[in-house]
Structure formats: structure tokens, C-alpha cells
């Protein structure tokens, strides 16, 4: 499935995203994604085979990382 697919096809109820929703909605590639939840810096939950994201743990996760790099920057400058 075509990742730009898989987000016109999301309803925006839809809690648990898929790989592909998720690759969809962030702008990343799987395997970028996939490493970063095996690693365990992105909040996900394997269930067998398949990884599932909560969106609201995405979005949380994506706001981190922008304060991170934020209070990095400023780190930098000063």
C-alpha cells in the first residue's frame, strides 16, 4: 500500500496506526521507523509480528523531540 494511501485512508478516530499509516502521517520510511521502535525510541507495541502506534504517543513523542532540539540549540547559542 502506498504510504500517502494509507493516511487518506485513516479516519481521524483511528488510535492505532500501522507501519504504513504511521510512515504515512510522520513523512518517514518504515525502516527508519522500524529501527526506532526496536531500539525503543519510539513508543510502539509489537503485537506477533506487526508494530501498532497510538497516535497520541506519536504526536507526545514528535512534541519531545522538537523541545529537545529546542533547549539544544539554545544550549549552543549561549
Known sequence: MDPKGAVADMEPQDKWLTIEELSGYLKMSRSKLYQLAQKGELPGSKIGTQWRFDRDEIDDW????RQTTTRKASANNG
Open 62 to 65: 514528535m512534541k519531545s523531540l
